[in-house]
């Protein structure tokens, strides 16, 4: 009989072009949760626009795999006209079945390992107002509302800030 070592092993490592199929399923299935009337369609080809974050030369897609299963997913990139130190965490999902299991947080740990690497200073990210779980999620992290991005009357998202130190 043949073991194998890695199952089970918790292993966050940078998303390959051939898993923008399986990363676009879990990002709809995580969306989906706080859509009270469903996901609404945009016309969005989600696996291409994974696959092309996967492949695009300025930022960078990680993803959490247990047991050989993509169970979390954090795309990130300096955004348009942003200073070189900002980074935007664009997208961030955790599988639904996987919640409250320490995905999420060792995930953002990655993250934060990251942007400290690359010398990133501030992070900020867009939140969709009646994602609650979300919100809780980053407030625990230590984000905090984006003074420079006040929500407006109407607003979908809420714009938080995170101050990357150098721990």
């Known amino acids: 009989m043949i073991s194998d070592p890695l199952k ?14 399986k990363i676009a399923a879990l ?16 016309g969005t080809d989600w696996t291409a626009a994974w696959r092309e974050a996967v492949q695009r030369p300025a930022g960078q897609v990680l993803c959490v795999v247990e ?4 169970t979390a997913v954090a795309s990130f ?3 348009e006209g ?15 079945g996987n919640w409250r299991a320490g995905i999420g947080t060792a995930l953002h740990t990655a993250c934060l390992e990251q942007w400290r690497a690359d010398g990133r200073r501030t992070a900020v990210l867009d939140v969709h107002t009646d994602n609650r779980r979300a919100q809780a999620f980053y407030a625990r992290q230590g984000w905090v509302p984006d003074p420079e991005h006040p929500p407006a009357d109407g607003d979908h998202h809420l714009c938080l800030r995170y101050t990357v130190d150098g721990e």
């Open 82 to 96: 942003a200073p070189a130190e900002t980074v935007k965490l664009f997208q961030f999902h955790v599988d639904p």
């Open 8 to 21: 089970g092993l918790r292993v966050i490592r940078t998303a390959l072009p051939a898993e923008a199929e």
């Open 27 to 42: 990002h709809h299935r995580a969306r989906s949760t706080y859509y009270p009337d469903g996901l609404p369609y945009d």
């Open 67 to 70: 047991a050989g299963v993509i």
């Open 77 to 79: 990139r300096t955004p």
